[in-house]
Each structure stands twice: as C-alpha cells, then as structure tokens.
C-alpha cells in the first residue's frame, strides 16, 4: 500500500488529495512554485517542497523537480490532479522509471487517448458512435475543405491535443472554414504546442453528457452514472449536475456500456471519463475521453458516497476496487458551481489580485472545495478558478435551492468574480425545467437598463 504521496499540483485539487491522503492515514507531500509561497495548500502538508519559478512551465510541469522533490521526500506515488501533468504520457513513464508510483493509467493509455484524433479511431473500432468526421489529423486546408464537404456544414474544427474548450473553432461554410483552420491551428500551436487538427460534424443543440468510470488493474471496471455538463461558456464548463435530467434509464444503460466498451478496449486502469455529446434526437456520441480526475468529480461522489480519490490511491496501489457494480445507486441530486476571479464586465478576462475578504458558504448539503483564504493571492499564472461550491439534495430542486443560499451566503472581495453569472443560472428558465444544452448561457436573455 502507498505509504507518502507527492501531491503535483496547487490550489483545490491539492487540498482534496491531501484531504484523501488524511482520511487514509497516509503521508504527504506538497510542492509550490515561488507564487504559491504562501498558499494554504501547500502548508496542509506533513512537508512542503518549493520547485521552481512563478511560471508553471518551471514549475508545476517541471518534471525532473518534481520527481526530485518525491526522491527526496521519500514518497513512493505522485498524485498529478488534473491540468499540468496529469495526461502527460512522458511523465507518467518517468515516474514509473524512477521507481514511483503514478496515480493515474499507464502512459501508453494517456498517450493514446490523449490525442483526440487518435482516440475516436479506437472507440469507432469498438464500436462506440463517434461524432462523423474526418479519419484523423487533417495536414491541409485543401484536405479540411474536401473534408468537410464531405461531411456537411456546420463543422468543428478540433485541435487533437485540445482541452480546457481550446483549439476549436466552427465553421458554417467553405470560406469560413478557411479562418476557423488557421485560428484554431494557431491557438493549438500556442497552448499545446502542436497544431494537429481534425474536423468533425457540429452537433445543433447537443448535451454535453459525461460518465465517471474507475478501472482497478484485475479487469475490474466500475460505472459511477452520469453527470451533465452542457452549461458552457465558450466551450468550458462552469456548472454540472448529476444525474442529468435528459437520460433515462435506457439512454443510461447505453452511455455506461459505451463508456466501459471504451476503458476495455485500452486496459483502462484508475479514474477517467469518458465524455459523450447527445443530440436532440438521443444520438450519443463519443467525444473524447480524459485519463484523469475531472474538476466537476465532486457532484459523482455526492450521489454516491464514493470517495473518488480514495479509490484512485486504492487501485495505484494494486488493489482491487471496493465496490461491485452493484453496491453503486444514485442517492438524490447534485449541482456544482465553479467560483473563478474573472472579470464579467471584461468578457470573463482573469482577474487576479488579492482576496482581501472571503465568506465561504456551509451547512446542510453545502460541500465547498477551495484552497483560499483572506488575504491570501491569486497568481495570474495558473487557472482562475477560486473554489468549487457542490450542492446536495434529495430532490433536484432541493439542490437548486440549496445551492442559491450557498451562493447567497458567498462573499469575496478584492477579485472580480463570475458569481453574478452563476447566481443567474438558477433562476434561467431553461436550467429550471432540465430541458437546456451547451447553447443555454449564448441563448439566455436578459433585460438591459435604459441609462437616458
Ligand atoms: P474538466 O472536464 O475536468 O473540467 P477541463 O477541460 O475544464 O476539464 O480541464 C481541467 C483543467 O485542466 C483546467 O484547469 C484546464 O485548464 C486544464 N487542461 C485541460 N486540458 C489541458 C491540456 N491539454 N493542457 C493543459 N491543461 C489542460
Ligand atoms: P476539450 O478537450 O476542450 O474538453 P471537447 O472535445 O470535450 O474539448 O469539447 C468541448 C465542448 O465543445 C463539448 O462539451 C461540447 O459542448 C462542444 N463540442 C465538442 N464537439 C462538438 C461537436 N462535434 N458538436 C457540438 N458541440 C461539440
Ligand atoms: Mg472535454
């Protein structure tokens, strides 16, 4: 059994693997960058190692420090996260070379699910529906063209290295595409340094719908439902629920068995998701799937009582799951809201700065995960995401209703926030009655003040 973890990452998510590690009477390991010197997170640890400059490119994903730091410390497992360098299939190796232990699958399954392109090659394989598109990395403008005359407009163009709703851009018609190409290329080239790109059909009015899978290495998989992220800004999630009010038992039976098709065919091992768009008329597609904890983890184990990181350390370290298929039920309703220093009258720009006062929401049902704290600062080099605030209820309204007191309760000051913006979503119309897709936030309308 694992006995010390490095934990590889800052802010929320290192505070939620620490908090596993204490629930299982096992040691840890902190690292910060010289802008987290002096962050929360990094002093909840039994040690605390500094890696490098403000810039995560020397520091959060500065391999060689961080295996240093976990041969160092004596840890024997590296917990990445997710972000830096959890899907980073050269890390994983090298801490499996340095003799450690990485919490997470095998780099030869982050590799090849890590490019997009790639893993809709191997779900078609098996047969899991993919969304219509090119057969892999379209090189050139005249193959995109051909390409997506092939398939139809409207299309997607998609970086095979994307991630966070980066490198991708629609295009409804040939000469759109011609910019839709080049910009999505470009961004690729700048935030995953490759510009690889593949083309697929746009699905109208889709449902992000996403299932929760954990993998022990005896061939054990475990399905933990469904959750529904379709709130979207720009293609990046900002709300999700679970379960989803678009799927019903059936639909559900088909999602899980898609999913666990799909962590068969690559010897799956630990956490991942993998990730489906629904169309209005229940076509389910794959999408992609992501080897990692995902952000929105929370609302699964709200409504199972499954402690995901728990069961991540467990299977690291070569047990086998804890559960049984059917020990898993769906116990009531959950919604999360992602709280981010975000500027919302500057188009959600970052706003980084320091948090001068902080009131955190609790009581019943109310679970918030952060790792701030008054007075402490918010780098503008990392993600802007502050803290993730999850409901719990019996019913789905119970959790809507909680959630409006959480974030009634909810105060910080010194940052801009999209909290007015989360704040809207539980009284959107569309968000009330369950029927909405990734187009709610674009769609919503809202009065404007006549300033004579
Ligand atoms: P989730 O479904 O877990 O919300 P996101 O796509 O929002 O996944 O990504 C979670 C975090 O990981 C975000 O901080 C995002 O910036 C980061 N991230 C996602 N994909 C990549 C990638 N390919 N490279 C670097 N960071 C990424
Ligand atoms: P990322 O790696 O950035 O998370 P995804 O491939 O998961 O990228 O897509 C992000 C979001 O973009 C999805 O949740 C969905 O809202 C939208 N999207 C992706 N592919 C399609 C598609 N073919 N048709 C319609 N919407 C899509
Ligand atoms: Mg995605």
Same mark, same amino acid.
């Given at each position: 059994m694992i006995r010390r973890v490095l934990v590889a990452n800052r802010g929320e998510i290192a505070v939620r693997i620490i908090r596993a590690c204490r629930d299982m009477n096992i040691e840890m390991v902190t690292v910060f960058s010289e802008a987290d010197r002096d962050a929360q997170f990094a002093s909840l640890a039994t040690k605390s190692v500094c890696i490098g400059p403000a810039r995560a490119s020397e520091s959060y994903m500065n391999q060689a420090n961080i295996i240093e730091a976990a041969l160092k410390t004596d840890c024997d497992a590296i917990h990445p996260g997710?972000?830096?360098?959890?899907?980073n299939a050269e890390f994983a190796e090298r801490v499996k070379d340095a003799g450690l232990i990485f919490i997470g699958p095998s780099a030869d399954a982050i590799r090849s699910l890590g490019d997009k392109a790639t893993a809709k090659r191997i779900m078609r394989e098996c047969g899991v529906p993919t969304v219509?598109?090119?057969?892999?990395?379209?090189?050139?403008l005249p193959e995109a063209k051909a390409e997506a005359a092939r398939i139809g407009y409207p299309v997607l163009v998609k970086a095979s *290295?994307?991630?966070?709703?980066?490198?991708m851009r629609r295009a409804d018609d040939e000469q759109s595409l011609e910019a839709a190409f080049s910009e999505a290329g470009a961004e690729a080239l700048a935030a995953f340094g490759s510009d690889e790109l593949y083309i697929e059909k746009l699905i109208l009015n889709p449902r992000h719908i996403e299932v929760q899978l954990i993998a022990d290495r005896h061939g054990n998989v475990l399905s933990l439902g469904e959750r529904e992220?379709?709130? =979207?800004?720009r293609s990046q999630k900002i709300l999700e629920e679970a #379960?989803?009010?678009?799927?019903s038992a059936e639909l559900r039976a088909k999602f899980t068995e898609y999913a666990v098709r799909a962590a068969k065919a690559v010897n799956y091992e630990n956490a991942g998701t993998v990730e489906f768009v629904l169309a209005p008329d229940e076509s389910v597609y794959f999408i992609e799937m992501n080897t990692r904890l995902q952000v929105e983890h929370p609302v699964t184990e709200a409504v199972t009582g499954f402690d995901l990181v728990r069961e991540q350390i467990r299977v690291a370290s070569?047990?086998?799951?804890? *559960?049984? =298929?059917?020990d898993i039920a769906i116990t009531g309703h959950a919604i999360e809201c992602r709280l981010c220093a975000e500027d919302p009258e500057n188009g959600f720009m970052p706003s980084p700065g320091t948090i001068d006062f902080v009131h955190l929401p609790g009581g019943f049902g109310i679970r918030v995960d952060t790792a701030i704290f008054p007075g402490c600062r918010v780098p #503008?080099?990392? @993600?802007?995401?502050l803290a993730k605030i999850i409901a719990h209820g019996k019913t789905r309204n119970e959790a809507v209703y909680r959630m409006r007191r959480a974030l009634e309760e909810l105060i910080v000051r010194g940052v801009k926030t999209n909290l007015g913006q989360l704040y809207m979503v539980l009284y959107n119309r569309e968000f009330l009655t369950g029927s909405? @897709?990734?187009g709610i936030l674009e769609n919503a309308e809202y009065g404007t003040l006549n300033m004579e």
């Open positions: 997710y972000g830096f360098l959890s899907e219509p598109g090119s057969d892999g990395v379209v090189a050139t *290295a994307g991630g966070g709703g980066r490198g992220c379709s709130v =979207q800004r #379960p989803s009010k678009a799927v070569g047990l086998e799951l804890s *559960a049984a =298929q059917s #503008p080099y990392y @993600d802007s995401m909405y @897709d990734t």
